[in-house]
């Protein structure tokens, strides 16, 4: 995935396998995007063991 942004944090990104309702027993991560000193960080929080969303590049936007 691009990251393009304007915003110095974006929260709330849902992570899942997105097929079952395992999200109902927490099996699911929330991704945070953020950016510090001109580079972008990911954050995952959460119970859900496998990467779908990779950050390929960020772009920023002024």
């Known amino acids: 995935m691009s990251c ?3 915003r110095k ?3 709330g990104r849902v992570e899942d396998d997105g097929v079952s309702y395992n999200y109902e027993q927490n099996q699911f991560n929330l ?3 953020s950016v ?3 580079r972008g ?3 995952r929080t959460g119970n859900y063991k496998t990467e779908h969303y990779r ?3 960020w772009i920023f936007i002024k």
Do not use: F, M, Q, S
Request: aromatic content about 12%; proline content about 0%; hydrophobic content about 30%.
């Open 9 to 11: 944090e974006w929260e």
């Open 36 to 38: 510090e000193k001109g």
């Open 41 to 43: 960080k990911v954050k």
């Open 31 to 33: 991704i945070n995007l």
């Open 4 to 6: 393009y942004t304007e």
């Open 55 to 57: 950050i390929k590049d």
